[in-house]
């Protein structure tokens, strides 16, 4: 399987290289093919990645808070544990929404993880639904401490999310994924 996902990802910088330096190409193939590259990516982590427990399907068309439990999370080292001491659900704030295109409601969920030196911190969890599972296919880290989360929601693949973070004032910041990381747009 290696084999084809090499394969599948030399395809696809093959393609995006072809299309960086085309004047010619109109700006939505450009986007289009950015985004096909992008779910590649998407596909071929994890296709790779090693997730030592099974994984309950989703048990319906949408997934919900219970699909969250069961998903595969990335810990402080990168490796993909349960939710439990390592990483945890920081809160109720969890949206769905499609992130990457592919018709798919996906989430977001702030959790907190706990490294293996006790230290502790907080990142939103992009979690794709792909093959019925939702997997935690990237973060954006959002500090050592909660930030006071007033909403947030995925609108046509952002997620848009109005936050205070320590004693500053609330700020809405917009994330994007792209490939396997969660990018923060301002």
């Known amino acids: 399987m290696n084999t084809s996902i090499l394969a599948?990802?030399?395809?696809?910088?093959?393609?995006?290289?072809?299309?960086?330096?085309?004047?010619?190409?109109?700006s939505s193939t450009a986007r289009q093919a950015v985004g096909i590259a992008s779910r590649v990516v998407q596909i071929s982590t994890q296709a790779t990645a090693v997730i030592p427990f099974?994984?309950?399907?989703?048990?319906?068309i949408y997934p919900n808070y219970i699909d969250l439990l069961h998903s595969p999370y990335l810990s402080a080292n990168g490796?993909?544990?349960?939710?439990?001491?390592?990483?945890?659900?920081?809160?109720?704030?969890?949206?769905?929404?499609?992130?990457?295109?592919?018709?798919?409601?996906?989430a977001t969920?702030?959790?907190?993880?706990?490294?293996a030196d006790g230290t502790?911190?907080?990142?939103?969890?992009?979690?794709?639904?792909?093959?019925?599972?939702?997997f935690n296919i990237a973060d954006y880290p959002l500090g050592?401490?909660?930030p006071v989360i007033n909403s947030h929601r995925i609108e046509s693949g952002?997620?848009?999310?109005?936050?205070?973070?320590?004693a500053g004032a609330s700020?809405?910041?917009?994330?994007?994924?792209?490939?396997?990381?969660?990018?923060?747009?301002?």
């Open 8 to 26: 599948l990802l030399q395809i696809t910088t093959a393609l995006l290289t072809g299309i960086q330096g085309n004047t010619v190409l109109p």
């Open 54 to 60: 099974s994984v309950p399907r989703d048990d319906g």
């Open 79 to 106: 490796t993909y544990v349960r939710l439990g001491p390592v990483v945890a659900p920081g809160g109720q704030y969890v949206a769905f929404g499609d992130l990457n295109g592919d018709g798919l409601d996906d």
């Open 109 to 115: 969920i702030v959790v907190k993880r706990t490294a």
């Open 120 to 134: 502790v911190a907080y990142a939103l969890a992009a979690m794709l639904n792909q093959n019925g599972i939702l």
């Open 144 to 146: 050592d401490t909660m």
């Open 158 to 166: 952002t997620l848009i999310m109005n936050m205070q973070e320590g």
């Open 171 to 186: 700020a809405t910041s917009t994330y994007w994924l792209l490939g396997n990381q969660f990018l923060r747009a301002d």
